[in-house]
């Protein structure tokens, strides 16, 4: 029986900059406030830590950084996918020398390739990097929906240690969790249908509301264990701040919302730029009534 890398919630760490450069010294704060407060899991250099824009060096400089401050109190998962296998193996294999405890391997976007060969990308990573690798499924990204088939040919690799699946489908999802189980953990990759994915057997979420809100999170995913009504309560009074992240593209507003905190400042890397006043506005109202 395979051990799951984690089970509750991981957040998708965003990055911080000052000046266009990665703002180590906020990074390692950042993951002693997610550690302390009760999270599960990191993952860096994913989506909302904006990976598209970093280069090599900084993807390794970000997993060493947050797996230092995390000395193993909480498994460290680094995203290191590129549109090539080679290189994405490569870099997977240093991020393992840098400390990261498992991969986040994300569909290479743009080239659009086939089943067969996702298949060979995502086992040539997990044998490459020889730690628990995480399927990462986003088509809304990637332009491509990982085929069941390749879930068929991965979930029996010894480092297969799940899916982060945000397609969006709960069908999706359904099938994942009822035909793998534990052989491929199922992780929800949209914060809003953490509920629903508990439910049909997932093990947790990769999350963005846990970059402001962590042990609320965490605390969510103990509470479908112990007391499925106040997981209910807390789930439904999570969505609307939930819904208001996701105005606008990620991780714009989670920047807004982290800097109204004090957790750090609001700067993004071009193209991505400072969420719409609009958003703001209804992002900080859904925060206010959060923490009442």
């Known amino acids: 029986m395979k051990k799951p890398l984690f089970k509750g919630a991981a957040t998708a760490l965003v990055t911080p900059f000052l000046s266009g450069k990665i703002d180590i010294e906020t990074l390692k704060k950042l993951t002693e ?35 230092e401050v995390s000395n193993g109190r909480v498994p460290v998962i680094a995203g290191t996918t590129c549109n090539d296998t080679a290189s994405s193996v490569e870099l997977s294999r240093e991020a393992v020398r840098a400390g990261a405890d498992g991969i986040l391997a994300v569909t290479p976007y743009y080239n659009r390739p086939s089943a067969s060969g996702l298949l060979r990308h995502f086992l040539s990573i997990a044998e490459g990097a020889g730690v628990p690798t995480i399927l990462y499924n986003i088509p809304s990204r990637t332009g491509t929906d990982i085929p069941e088939s390749v879930y ?38 949209n914060d809003d249908m953490t509920l ?42 999570f969505i609307p701040l939930m819904r208001s992240l996701f105005t606008e593209t990620n991780p714009m507003p989670i920047k807004s919302g982290m800097e109204k905190l ?31």
Request: hydrophobic share 35%; with cysteine.
């Open 152 to 189: 068929d040919g991965f979930a029996s690799h010894p480092m297969a240690a799940g899916v982060k699946e945000a397609s969006g489908s709960i069908s999706k999802c359904a099938y994942i969790a009822s035909k793998y189980g534990e052989d491929l953990p199922l992780y929800s990759g």
């Open 196 to 237: 629903p994915v508990l439910a049909i057997g997932g093990y947790g979420v990769i999350s963005v509301v846990s970059n402001m809100f962590p042990w609320q999170m965490s605390d969510l995913c103990k509470l479908y264990e112990t007391d499925r009504e106040e997981c209910k309560k807390l789930y439904h009074r």
């Open 262 to 292: 004090g957790l750090c400042r609001h700067e993004l890397r071009l193209p991505l730029t400072r969420a719409s006043a609009k958003c703001e506005e209804t992002l900080f109202a859904e925060i206010e009534r959060f923490v009442k």
């Open 33 to 67: 406030f997610q550690i302390s407060e009760g999270i599960d899991a990191l993952v860096v250099c994913g989506t909302t830590g904006e990976a598209p824009t970093l280069s090599k060096k900084e993807k390794i400089e970000i997993t060493e950084a947050v797996a």
